[in-house]
């Protein structure tokens, strides 16, 4: 199947420092990419849906302007964590539609973000 | 709007134990239905599938029908193995095109 690719896989930073995570596809261009943020045995809560070339659509109660999303390329978006606090501390993945007849979703392995 | 309502965990069970786990969406139109698995540690991987009303997804001897009738698509393996530890989530596709909508996920532990 398609590979999403996340980097880094863990980060911790200090309060008050931006942090950027990448999410690639590998082997298949992503017009839509996706963004989710998980918090201790909870589910997935979906952030902010990203298309290529354009701003990202975000979810009520997202502020955009702590969480950047650049989608620059078909293969290519990043999740800017600005001015980042301890309750930012989660596990960020990303998803990307392959498009197309099926258009399936694959899932990227997360990037744990600890704020100190 | 849509939505999946799964059954809460956690679930243990011995090794080869019959394992269902419980999902109901709400939706309109004609949704496409997942479950996933999400490994300690990991993202998440898709399970398995049904795109249509009676349609059965499988893999790994995990199995889930969709049922139209019962908005359901409970997850179900007949003898499960200490492998498969880990969380478990429904979800669906509705109407918007890509977005998936989760259940709260059902964390499942298998003791030898």
């Known amino acids: 199947g398609a590979v999403v690719s996340q980097h880094p896989s863990w980060v911790i930073c200090k309060s008050g420092t931006s942090v950027k995570i990448e999410c690639r596809s590998l082997?298949?261009?992503?017009?839509?990419m996706f963004w989710y943020r998980q918090f201790p045995k909870q589910s997935l809560m979906l952030m902010a849906t990203?298309?290529?070339?354009?701003?990202?659509?975000?979810e009520q109660g997202v502020e955009k302007d702590k969480f950047l999303i650049n989608h620059a390329s078909l293969t290519l978006s990043t999740l800017t964590v600005t001015s980042a606090h301890p309750e930012d501390s989660s596990f960020y993945i990303c998803?990307?539609?392959?498009?197309?007849?099926?258009?399936?979703?694959?899932f990227g392995p997360g990037t744990r973000l600890t704020v100190l | 709007g849509d939505s999946v309502t799964q059954m809460e965990g956690p679930v243990t069970l011995s090794e080869e134990a019959f394992l269902t786990i419980n999902c109901t969406y709400t939706?309109?139109?004609?949704?496409?239905l997942f479950w996933y698995v999400q490994y300690p540690g990991e993202g998440l991987q898709l399970l398995l599938k049904?795109?249509?009303?009676?349609d059965k997804g499988s893999n790994k001897g995990f199995e889930a029908t969709y049922r139209k009738e019962t908005t359901s698509f409970h997850l179900e393996k007949g003898s499960v193995q200490v492998s498969d530890s880990a969380v478990y989530f429904c979800?669906?596709?509705?109407?918007?095109?890509?977005?998936?909508?989760f259940g709260r996920g059902t964390q499942l532990t298998v003791w030898p």
């Open positions: 049904a795109t249509k009303a009676d």
């Open positions: 990203s298309n290529e070339g354009s701003k990202a659509t975000y």
């Open positions: 998803s990307a539609n392959t498009g197309g007849t099926y258009n399936e979703q694959f």
């Open positions: 979800a669906l596709r509705g109407s918007t095109l890509g977005r998936l909508y």
């Open positions: 939706a309109t139109g004609y949704p496409s």
């Open positions: 082997d298949f261009q992503a017009t839509t």
